[in-house]
Structures are given as C-alpha cells and as structure tokens.
C-alpha cells in the first residue's frame, strides 16, 4: 500500500483536498488506493496514451502554492495539486475522434523530480463507504469547482479577447 501519510503536508495545500480533515483524508485515499507515479528529472510526465485517467502533483520543485485569487484556482505547474489531463480524461472526447499519427505536443523532459497521485474518473464516483463518504463529497465538490474555475477564466479570456471586457474587474468593465 502507498504511503499517503508521507505526502500529507503538501496534500494539505491542494485544491483538490482543501476542506477535509487529515485523518479523514489519509483514510479516503487509503480506501481509494491511486497509485503514486514518481517520475525523476529528465524523464517526462508519461500521462497514458488512452487519457482514462489523471494525475494530480503531490511533490515537486514548488512546495508552496502561490497564493490564488479565486478558492478553485488550479495551482500552477509543480505546485501540490496541479493537475495534469483531467479535461481529456472524463471528457473522452479521444474515443470519438481519429486520432493524429502523433501526439498534439511532445512532452518535455522534466527538471525536477515529481511525485503524483493518479485517478480515473471512476474512482472519484465509485461509492467506497460511509466511513469515506462525507471527504469524499468534498472532493467531488472542490473537483467541480476547480473545472468550473477554469471554465470561468476561459470564458473571461473569451470576453477580453472579444469584447474587451474583463468579467474579473470590479466595475465589470475593461479599466
């Protein structure tokens, strides 16, 4: 069994975990087993080629998240809770297109070492228990936020780009 007891300090920054508490966590991600995929510098990140599932970063080169804004702002790469090939992955949109000879982008080599979480779609829905259910609802819920926050700083770059207008400024309206 992986040792999730290891990575609570920097679980504890992430996004995706905000909200629970430890013993409730380190028991959820026990229950929930997602491997841990360490990956050393100039290795690439090795997402799957069939996107089923995501990585979230648990250590890497950042041990500090910058502060964020918005409470579901995505922390920025090698940052804890990062998260790497969610929207391809529960959106399966690869099953439904041909797909190119070879990949959108090749992965670069990383610079530092990095340890991450991966987990499927399945594994964030699959009923584990009353004993994990309440964490794990906050889990879904801060996973919802997290899309839906990015969701939203798409669309405010849609708007500045269009309309010149930033939907994140006070009076609503470009300054």
């Known amino acids: 069994m992986e040792n999730y007891r290891e ?19 380190i028991d959820l991600l026990e229950t929930m087993r997602p491997p841990i995929i360490r990956r050393k510098a100039g290795e690439t990140i090795g997402l799957r ?16 998240p910058a502060p964020r804004r918005f409470k579901w702002d995505m922390p920025r790469f090698g940052e804890p809770g990062m998260m790497m090939g969610e ?9 439904h297109i041909e797909r190119p000879a070879k990949p959108f982008f090749t992965p670069k080599p990383l610079e530092h070492d990095l340890d991450m979480l991966e987990f499927s779609g399945e594994m964030l829905v699959k ?24 969701v939203t700083d798409v669309r405010r770059e849609l708007f500045l780009l269009r309309d010149g207008v930033d939907m994140y400024a006070r009076s609503g309206v470009n300054p």
């Open 7 to 25: 990575y609570l300090p920097e679980l504890k920054t992430t996004t995706l975990f905000q909200d629970i508490d430890d013993e409730a966590l």
């Open 87 to 95: 929207i391809p992955s529960l959106s399966r949109f690869l099953d």
């Open 127 to 150: 009923f584990y228990g009353e004993k994990v259910a309440a964490a794990q609802g906050v889990v879904l819920r801060n996973f919802l936020g997290i899309l839906a926050q990015k």
């Open 49 to 64: 080629p069939d996107m089923a599932a995501f990585r979230v970063v648990l250590r890497g080169p950042v041990r500090e």
